[in-house]
């Protein structure tokens, strides 16, 4: 907006500085370099723009379109419903269940992932030899294959998997973690924590590592021990990454699709069975695509509710928004 | 904000082209040269080269046709893979229809009926198929809506080594005997378990998910999940509730069958009987096993029983080329190319359904297997459930059966459940 050149002629009056005549050339050279750097500016940041929306502004309109609508793939029917979804959703008695599994989902990974994450972050934020291995070792799950990893921790967590073989070293009767309902829930989330940890433990390092040492140094020489010095000096510190690292993980969590898909198929019953495993299964398997439509509006709903929310209350916690 | 809005124009634009170049791409022209496409759920290379012969073939009869290709999807995913082409606007020309989603299908007017092609194809002899075979791909008014190209019947693969390895009878000695029943099978799967760690029986893909596999033990007490006319469910009835009964003994009690979350796979030699289709044959040459038998279904309760899968081929009527693919069809499953699926797909001609033809097409299984076993048990078989609204009423009772695969259920309660749950989707 500010890229305004003044457009009006100029006319060099007679006995006007020579000064005074170059200027017009200049504002012309001026404007045809603001109009090149806009046109570079235009062309780096088109694909981004076209790519939002063809892919995020266009599917959210369409979604929205559906939800009013009923598609018959099969039979290739697509007829106006009016609220005929929105009714549904709220006489659907498997939507509240459903919203729950959610929940518990999203705050045992929030909890899971944010806490270890800052756990590791702190362990391997130190001068010790061999460290650049273990930051490594901790941060290569976030490259592995999500579909590869989570098949391959379907084989450890069966019943006659490798989790069960080991605890059975020590005498333990490990249960069939995948076939009932609380450790389902809890296999999935540990499943998700490890496979993503390394990512916000490395934000957390990366922020760990900008805290000035002469801020905790001075904290030291005021008597404060290492947990207050952790708990009032370094946490407040980076608490913008915090918040950063909390919207990632929730956002995140309320996508969470392969691993159920993988793992559970949304059992035993419908314990594992989250929101987004839930909206698939109305779209692509149940062909109501619809009530999908439906269920993905909720979600965003969620999504946008828990990131204002998440953004208003920064004020209140992160350091450096006050 | 000028540039901004001729930003946005622009993408708009751009947006709406691509879209629209999207759908016209797939409007046919007359005089254009036709490409057909055909999902199927096989990857192997022996069925694709047969398929890629008989297309050959038939390209070279029918210039206009320019490419027939046949695209494979993943088994377990195959109906949402292709429902989903079908929404986002790339349907096939023709498709690989499982019969539990043959009903949806069929009865919603997805596929275009073959009866006219078929009959007006030269030697085709509509009349040779046979009805027991062709009844479930029939739409309400009688047309065949897509052909059964396969009629799979469920038979038992014994391991004899295994079952030597554990001190009990073979098989055959067990048939011979008038001992082939499940009471036998889960005994001496229960024995095979303690002296030697692997598992007894395995009804292959049920792996606590996929119940409807489950008609292969429960059709022998008489069972069925819900009435004739589908309205009623009766996954509740006491044949069901003895049926699930002697599941659940078999995997919890007796150990005979492995229980939830526990892999054991028959063709690795992890089993000593293994309930599946007779297409699986094919895993024997590299199994390891160097003695196994091919015997019925075991008895049951209610006696003696055989049921059969099916899958299905059809016209999808949103594809670019409808008429073309029901030709083409027409040509892939005349006498002559049905008696050469027959190598891989037991067929629905009764004139192929002969030990002979079969023997000539399967050097796997004997003359004798075939004639005491495939037939019969395709002649007499029942097809496996389906519904319309199948995928729904899949998740629904599966979900409900989890209840069950635990140690001490309430089974009569846990199946009243499932009952109160599914029936109002069959009644939709």
Redesign the interface.
Known sequence: ?SNVIDDAPVVLAAGASPRAAARPAAGKRRRKLSQGD?LIG?LFV?PQ??GI??FVI?PLALILYYNFHE??????TFRFVGTENVERLFSDPKVAPVLGATAIFSVGLVIGNLGLALLLAVLLNRKVRGITFFRTLFFSPVVVSLVAWTIVWG?L?????GINGLLSIIGIDGP?????GPTAMVSVIVVQVFKNVGLNMILFLSALQGVPREVTEAASIDGAGRAATFGRITLPLISPTILLTTIITIVGSLQVFAQIAVLT??????STTVLVYYLF?QA????R?GYGSTLALVLFVIVLLLTIVQWQLRKRWVFYEN | MKSAKLLSATALVAAASLTFSACSASDPSADEPVSLRMTVWTSNEGQLALFNEIADAYKAEHPEISSITFDPLDFDSYTTTLTTQLAGGNPPDMAWMLENSAPDFVSSGALVPLDDTLSATDGYELDDLSDAATKLWRNEDGQLAAYPFSTSPFVVFANDDLLAAAGQPTASELQASGKWNWDTVSDIGSKVNAATGKAGFIVRDFEYTQWDYLSTVWNGWGAAPWSEDGKTCTMNSPEMVDAFTFLHDAAFKNKSMPGPGTTADFFAGDAAFTVTQISRASLLAESGITSWELLPLPEGPDGEYSVIGQAGLGALAQGAHPEQAADFIAYFTNPENSAKLAKYFPPARTSQLTAETLSAANPVLTQAQLADVVVPAISTGQVRPSHTGSAEIQQEVRSGLDGLWVDNPDIAGTLDAVCDSVAPLLEQ
Do not use: K
């Not at chain 1, 198929?265 to 419908?270: F, H, S, T």
């Not at chain 1, 692509?284 to 062909?287: A, P, V």
């Open positions: 907006m806009a235009y088109g723009v076209l929306l063809l266009l598609w018959n793939v099969l039979a290739n084989f967590l069966q019943d006659n998997g069939n973690w995948l076939r009932e198929q949304g059992g035993p019953g419908i299964q692509f398997e149940f062909h695509f």
